[in-house]
């Protein structure tokens, strides 16, 4: 395939994706298979706060994988991430932000 994206529920450890604002909740088997497999993209969740902590983010890299987790934030749309995949971006919107990055 172009690409192969992963779906996983926690963030992996090395990221900034596993932090909540208090503690790191880092999942280490994750981040092993990320090491040996490198997908393209590892879409995950559980840290809800993640984009929103100090030092926090919605995405994050291990080696030349793509990592990210849109978060949690009460509103009429939840936080979300839409992938273009041929122009290689990825946007993520939370309730009162909007970012995007290239792929």
Aim: one cysteine or more; hydrophobic letters at 35%.
């Amino acid at each position: 395939p172009a690409r192969w994206v992963w779906l996983y529920h926690s963030p992996p450890a090395g990221t900034v994706l596993c932090h909540d604002g208090r503690r790191e909740f880092p999942d280490h088997d994750l981040a092993g298979w990320i090491d040996e497999h490198s997908p393209d993209l590892v879409l995950c969740g559980h840290i809800h706060q993640a984009p929103w902590t100090d030092g926090g983010s919605w995405h994050a890299r291990l080696g030349s994988t793509r990592v990210f987790n849109a978060g949690k934030q009460p509103g009429p749309v939840p936080p979300h991430i839409t992938f273009d995949l041929e122009g290689s971006s990825a946007e993520w919107y939370g309730v009162y932000d909007v970012e995007s990055i290239a792929l």
